[in-house]
């Protein structure tokens, strides 16, 4: 049972930035892979960004290409999610993903990960 730990939240100003981490207790299988996803009060959970661990490509929603940046450390077994020019928009609880193996069509379909984070509170004010 692997377990995945969020960290990095907080409450930032418009235009700040801030770092998540999500640290799996175990290296996920190469064909694997680890996203973001985020859930705002009232509202469904949406996909993020997430992190082909096979082809080490990231593919990120449109609301954040640009402003966010996904990436790896294999030593660590941790995945980042650098979040630049946040806006209160982007206000929600952030969650840790694992699953796999899957298209990349499928990346934004949470049922389809099989594990998850406690989530990490964000909070951007205006």
């Known amino acids: 049972q692997v377990q995945l730990r969020e960290s990095g939240g907080g409450t930032v100003q418009a235009g700040g930035s801030l770092r998540l981490s999500c640290a799996a207790s175990?290296?996920?299988?190469?064909?694997?892979?680890m996203a973001w996803f985020r859930q705002a009060p009232g509202k469904e959970r949406i996909f993020v960004a997430a992190?082909?661990?096979?082809?080490?490509?990231?593919h990120y929603a449109d609301s954040v290409e640009g402003r966010f940046t996904i990436s790896r450390d294999n030593a660590e077994n941790t995945v980042y999610l650098e979040m630049n020019s946040l806006k209160p928009e982007d206000t929600a609880i952030y969650y840790c993903?694992?699953?796999?193996?899957?298209?990349?069509?499928?990346?934004?379909?949470?049922?389809?990960?099989?594990?998850w984070g406690q989530g990490t509170q964000v909070t951007v004010s205006s």
């Open positions: 993903a694992l699953g796999g193996p899957l298209a990349s069509s499928w990346f934004g379909t949470a049922a389809l990960y099989d594990y």
């Open positions: 992190f082909n661990w096979n082809d080490g490509n990231a």
């Open positions: 175990e290296r996920a299988p190469r064909s694997h892979v």
